[in-house]
Each structure stands twice: as structure tokens, then as C-alpha cells.
């Protein structure tokens, strides 16, 4: 079947639910074709949202997978965040906020949750403090090679921390089901919310911290994890707002109990220049 974003995902949705389906007897593909061309109207035939849930399931997963390439991009990004935040460069800030890709862990927890996937809560965590040490390790790296004191102290306040990381998780909920936008864009807002703690932590352990109101360790600590949990909790509500079934994973959960492999082929997202999914 060569569909719209749509029809894919609601094809997806009943016949993963359906009481003869089993993973031993189907399996289902999604691709990316070039082009789709049919009488469906073009309105709908190039609707970006909504894509199938085992799309966003395997992108999370895949995203959460601690890697060589997933240390080393996090390790070279809290080297020159934190070197920003030492010398106060925004420019090397912003460099390093762009490879560090906290915000699919975080979003994993609140679509595991969701759609009871437990596996991947425990991925999503254990790949999220593994994020938060290398950060903290690359900025004590940094403090070992700068003078004190650390240049930047600028934090948000507990409320509007909270409120901004509320809507970056409904934002990026939002991203993984629709093909339309730039969302390393929004990971960029999210890793604003939760790197720059464990790096500007890394820093002042080796520095010292200054003597500055909104910089005391517990206030920052408290920060961090209230952005952790506003994401999650602004992902949990977005992927149940959006109707996403978690009855399309079951054979995750069936094969995962087996001990054997989760899939044979990792999909694409279908998001050709018609919009349209093939299955």
C-alpha cells in the first residue's frame, strides 16, 4: 500500500490491535517512496502528521542507543559549552548545544510511559545520566585548563524553568509525529534547559563556585531535575493528546520477553515530497 501519513498510521493502528495479528505470521515496513501520485486529495495526501507509532517507537530507541559516536558527541559538546560558559562566549555555547541530543531520551521516558513500554523508560534513563556525567566530566575538564571565576551565573527562575520546558516537551512531542520543521531546533531549546547545569557544575567543582543569588547547588540542582520532569510530562500528555496506541508495540514487548531481536529492519520516516508512507 503506497499511502498518505494518515491512512498509515490508522492501517497500523488496526491491525496491530487486530485478534489475528502475530508477529510470527506479518511483518509490516514503512518506507520513504519519492512521490505519491492518486486520486486522494492533495490536502490530505501530503499531511504531515501523524506518523505511525512504531515510527516514533524505533526513532526513540535508536536515538537512546549509547553509542561510541553518542559519547563522543556529548563529550566534544560539553567541552565547548562549558568553555563558553567559562569565558562567556555565547557562540561556543550555542556550538556545543547543538551536539549534544538530550531531548530524544527525555522524550523516550514520557513515550515509554505512555504507551507502557518499560524497556525504553529504562533506556531513555540510563542514556540521559549516562548525557548528564559526560557533561559534567567535560566541564570539569575545562575548569582545569581556565582561571576562575566562571563568567556565566545567568539561570532561570524555578517557574519560568518549568513553564519553558513544559512547552519544549509538548513542542518536540509535537516534531516526532509530524515530518514538517526543523526539530533540531527544539532539541537545541531542550538541551538549553538541562546541559548547561551538569557542565556549569562540572566548572565550579574544579573553580569554586561564585557568590551569586540563583547559583546555590541545591537551587540548580532542583532546576535541573524540574526540567527534566516538566518534559516528561509535557511529552506523556502530548503523545496521549495525539491518540498515539500503544497496542501497536505489542510485539516489541512479545519479542523483548523472548530475548530475541526487535526488528530486522529499522523504517524511515515517510516524509517524501508528497508526504505519502508506503507499507
Known sequence: ???????????MDEITAAPFFSCEDFSIAIRQPRALISHEALGRLTRPLVAPAVDIFEELWQFSQVTYGF?????????????????????FMIAGLLFIPLLPLIQSVGFGLWTRQWRLVGQGLYSLTI??????????????????PVQYYDFNTLPVGFLVSLAVGVAAGLATADDVGRRELIGLA?????AIVPAWFGLCIVLGFPAVNDTAPQRLIQELVLNII??????????????????????????????????????TRANSAMGGAHE
Not at 1 to 11: G, I, Q, R, T, Y
Not at 76 to 88: D, F, K, N, P
Not at 190 to 194: D, E, L, N
Request: proline letters at 3%; charged letters at 15%; aromatic letters at 10%.
Open 131 to 148: 548525557a548528564l556525567l559526560l557533561l559534567l566530566a567535560g566541564g570539569m575538564a575545562v575548569a582545569i585548563f581556565t582561571n576562575p
Open 71 to 91: 559519547v563522543g558527541r556529548i563529550l566534544i559538546g560539553a567541552l565547548l559549552l562549558a568553555y563558553g560558559m567559562a569565558e562567556y562566549k555565547f557562540l
Open 190 to 194: 531542550a538541551t538549553a534547559q538541562v
Open 230 to 267: 516538566a518534559i516528561v510530562i509535557a511529552a506523556f500528555a502530548t503523545y496521549a493528546a495525539m491518540g498515539i496506541k500503544g497496542k501497536a508495540l505489542r510485539c516489541f514487548k512479545m519479542n523483548a520477553s523472548r530475548g530475541e531481536s526487535w526488528s530486522t529492519e529499522v523504517p
Open 1 to 11: 500500500m503506497d499511502v498518505s501519513n494518515p491512512l498509515a498510521k490508522a492501517f
